[in-house]
């Protein structure tokens, strides 16, 4: 059985956040400045009791917790899994979250899961799959969900419309929020050489109630041509915070989390990363006072 309901924070606050990885817990506890906020792996936390939950509980007594999954396979052909979608819905009555996400992508082929989140091609059929898939999950958990740009490599051919229109139409139809990932953007403009400030212009920075920011790793493509992979296992590069102080300055403030998954550092380090994250938010609250 899990334990007792953690305190519910209604809202995460325009301040940064990380994703939270249980090697930080002490050093948390002892010193987040200026961390205000925590983003868990949904499918971390899907167990009954344990230690995981049991930190899971305290921590949320003292910060605003989002949840973000990562198995859903929203964008998937197949029918969306129940069991999983019974235990998502299940730790999000138990936790009350101030925020739950998932992936525009699919990540599963008949009975098999990978290890990837996938893009789609943007046409009606995917569109329509999608809506209804995020219908199921509104209703089943019973809370509005948050959709997240993904990084891609490639283009479709079949594709019809923009991703931020397809984007849009999602949220529309289905009154979910937008997650916006600036690495995935700035990641996706580099592999498919389209300009990221555009892709920001024309996004509906109103509808986002979360910003994700992580870094990546740099390859080349069959031809020399440089070729991004979204990694979240370094810092965050130059061009993608000079992206993130355009976002903020032309959409305003927002949650904005530092993701890193992979080779994860000492604390000081992912603080740090935060650090940053607060002194362009604090930055454009000055100047929207002016």
């Not at 971390?44 to 989002?66: C, T, V």
């Not at 197949?78 to 925020?99: E, F, I, M, V, Y």
């Not at 990084?151 to 991703?163: G, N, P, R, V, W």
């Not at 991004?228 to 965050?236: P, Y």
């Amino acid at each position: 059985m899990l334990d007792a309901t953690p305190r519910r924070f209604d809202a995460l606050p325009n301040r940064p956040g990380v994703g939270y990885k249980p090697q930080h817990y002490s050093d948390i506890l002892e010193n987040p400045a200026p961390v205000a906020w925590l983003e868990i792996h949904a499918e971390n936390y899907m167990g009954d009791g344990g230690r995981p939950l049991a930190q899971l509980r305290h921590l949320a007594e003292r910060f605003a917790i989002s949840v973000h999954g990562v198995g859903l396979s929203i964008g998937g052909e197949a029918s969306l899994d129940t069991d999983h979608l019974a235990r998502l819905k299940h730790l999000n009555d138990w936790l009350q979250p101030a925020s739950f996400s998932e992936h525009l992508a699919w990540s599963t082929h008949d009975s098999h899961f990978l290890n990837d989140l996938l893009p789609l091609p943007y046409t009606q059929e995917t569109l329509d799959r999608v809506v209804r898939h995020i219908d199921q999950v509104q209703e089943t958990v019973g809370r509005k969900m948050l959709l997240e740009n993904p990084s891609t490599y490639l283009a479709f051919e079949e594709t019809q419309m923009l991703e931020v229109d397809f984007l849009a139409e999602i949220a529309e139809r289905t009154g979910c929020g937008l997650l916006f990932d600036v690495n995935n953007v700035f990641v996706s403009a580099t592999n498919q050489k389209t300009d990221p400030y555009s892709y920001i212009d024309a996004f509906p920075l109103h509808l986002v109630g979360e910003i994700h920011l992580g870094g990546h790793d740099e390859d080349t493509d069959e031809h020399g041509a440089p070729l991004l992979i979204d990694s979240h296992g370094r810092e965050v590069v130059d061009p993608v915070w000079e992206m993130y102080r355009y976002t903020i300055e032309k959409g305003g403030l927002k949650p904005s989390l530092i993701e890193w998954d992979n080779d994860v550092p000492d604390w000081p380090l992912l603080a740090a990363e935060a650090t940053r994250a607060a002194d362009i938010l604090d930055s454009a609250l000055v100047g929207a006072e002016k």
